[in-house]
């Protein structure tokens, strides 16, 4: 159970997926309670989560919405005053759910995304002609993964590519507080304390701005919103923009790490889908299973109910391991192994019922738009170092991937 609750333990895959394995196995729900962690069921098994999510009625998203710990949610109250943090759409139960939802809806249906469709196909050959003038190994990771992802939610927001590394920072230190790389304090509360105040003064002053002068963007569309008839209030509306620069960005850059990774230490796989690139929809959507980087959400019950037998009173919380649940031998078929032709392949990487991602098509696009560059344009691509993954249990991943790349002739940048 420490292995699956602690920030390192997500750091090393295969200590994990035994933890993940014997729990399936022997306590599928499972009683937690340890030290400075309020007590919780651990969900683990691909049933039970999908059970719970689509009982919305029975489960609350909020107020617990992730595993931390007693001292870190005493700091971050303090902030606040409020229960949590942030207040955005994960955190949300009906009726503000859907209300504060559909505010953006639009931007991520199938009509809008159609219209990023090419400038993805060019964003993607850009960040390959960066790397491609470069010698020696890069980091696909830092290099390729982070700023491709990240300029895509800049693009939809209207904020300028100057400072996407600076709210790239920010954004990864408030979903990653507890990796020692991507602390900004030494204590995870604080980190988390000096993320969320440094993105709301910027946030501040581009919703002031876009109150003063609208654009064709996101955050105009945000300002100037009014759930439920009236302006959206200061903590939400903050909140909204938090939710946006980090799950709009970290958990795409890491699917697409982890999905090379995957690759590399699969050449068979590797090489078939060199061979036959017509697989790639199916190969993103195992990349996405065997990543899964968002780990867990937890749930409330709002009444005495069960789970697969199990008693749960009003007031439990449950974390739900997808990563786990995407392992489940009683779902996938050789579920340890990475296969890109897996089908049916019903992973539950960006969740499942009302709280399902509401970008899972955009990060799909991104994947596919990248990996189809990498394909057409290089000839090998190997490991040249130690990959580091991120230490947390909430978001986890590939966060240094070293990797030497050999162009197709006719793409080396040198040569044209």
Known sequence: MEVLISSRGHASPSRLERACALLRREAPLHWVERPDVRPFWAVTR????????TRSGQFAAGPRTYLASETSEAVLQRVTGKPQ?????????????????????????????????????????????????????IDFAADVALPFTFRVIGRMLGTPEADDARLARLAQAFVGAEDPQRRLAESPGDTMRMAMLALRDYFEAVVADRLAYPRDDLTSLIARAEPHGAAMPHYELISYFILLVTAGHDTTALALGGGLEALLAAPDQFARLRAEPDLLDSAIEEMLRWTTPVRHFMRTALGDTEVAGQPIREGDALALFFHSANRDESVFESAGAFLIDRSPNPHIAFGRGPHVCMGLQLARMQMRAMFAELLRRTERIERAGRVRRVQSPFMSGVSRLPVRIAFRASFDAAAE
Do not use: K
């Open 46 to 53: 691909y049933a039970d989560i999908v059970s719970i999510e």
């Open 85 to 137: 943090l942030v207040r955005s759409l994960t955190e949300m139960d009906p009726p503000d759910h859907a209300v504060y939802r559909a505010i953006i809806q639009g931007a991520f249906a199938p009509p809008a995304l159609r219209e990023l469709e090419t400038w993805l196909a060019r964003w993607a050959a850009e960040i390959i002609d960066r790397i491609a003038a470069c010698s020696g190994p």
